[in-house]
Each structure stands twice: as structure tokens, then as C-alpha cells.
């Protein structure tokens, strides 16, 4: 990676390191921990940062609501847990993410995942994905 800090270099008048801005390569003078030409590129830098963040975000919160989607259209009028396909649940456009974990069940040790009022797990070897109604605390009925 490239060091930008090393183009600084002491020019004899007051504030007086030279920089070159990484955000838009202008070069510019000033103290000596300067990274970002003043004022604009700095502020440019740390808004732009600010929308990628709410770009992810707002992506994370529309697939929780499509994955929500499914799980409901699938377990709504079920009291048992239910199995799918899971090639079926992936071409269905669910998107599975580590951040939905729910923990371990204590009755049948294995690790589930959580999103709106669903819970459901991947079977890697049957190939299958198992969804049923979350309950809340020690609730599990296994079935
Ligand atoms: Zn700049």
C-alpha cells in the first residue's frame, strides 16, 4: 500500500508540510498530520464513508424482510417444523447469514438461526432447510 505521508516534506512558509491527498490527489500545504486537503476532501471522505454504510445497512434490513417473507409464507398455518429444500429455499432468493444465529438448541444440540417470528436450520446432508415457529426460551417441542 501506498504511503502518502511519505511525499510529506517541510517547505519554508507557516503551516508548512506539503501533503498529497489520498482522497483526491491534489496536493496541498499544512500541519503536519494532515491526511485530507482541508475542509472539503475531508468532509467528502467521511459522507461518502456515512452513505456506504447506510447503503449496506438498508441492504441487510431488505433481505431480513425477504427472508421474513419466506419463512412465513412457508410455516404461517404449520405447528410442526417443516422441511424444504434447500436448493428450493436458495433459488427462492433466501440468503443465509451467519448473523441471524440464534444458538445451539438444547434439545437437539444443533444451531439455529432466528428472523422475525421464525426459526429454521440447514441440514448440509439431507440437504434440507428446517423452519418452525420461534419459541421463546426452553419452548422447543422438537417435532
Ligand atoms: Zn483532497
Known amino acids: 500500500m501506498e504511503n502518502y505521508n511519505a511525499s510529506n516534506s517541510y517547505v519554508d512558509r507557516p503551516n508548512a508540510y506539503r501533503h498529497i491527498c489520498p482522497y483526491c490527489g491534489n496536493v496541498f500545504y499544512g500541519r503536519k498530520n494532515r491526511i485530507y486537503c482541508p475542509i472539503n476532501c475531508k468532509k467528502d471522505f467521511n459522507n461518502n464513508k456515512a452513505a456506504r454504510k ?17 419463512l412465513h409464507e412457508h410455516c404461517k ?11 428450493f429455499a436458495r433459488m427462492s432468493g433466501f440468503v443465509f447469514f451467519d448473523m441471524y444465529k440464534l444458538g445451539k438448541d438444547e434439545y437437539d444440540g444443533k444451531e439455529w438461526y432466528k428472523i422475525g417470528n421464525y426459526e429454521y436450520r ?6 434440507l432447510m428446517l423452519i418452525r415457529k420461534y419459541k421463546k426460551a426452553n419452548g422447543h417441542d422438537n417435532t
Not at 398455518?77 to 436448493?87: A, C, F, Q, R
Not at 440447514?122 to 440437504?127: A, Q, W
Open 54 to 70: 447506510r447503503e449496506r445497512i438498508s441492504e441487510d434490513i431488505k433481505t431480513y424482510s425477504k427472508n421474513e417473507e419466506f
Open 77 to 87: 398455518n404449520v405447528d410442526s417444523t417443516i422441511k424444504l429444500d434447500l436448493s
Open 122 to 127: 440447514v441440514d448440509e446432508i439431507l440437504r
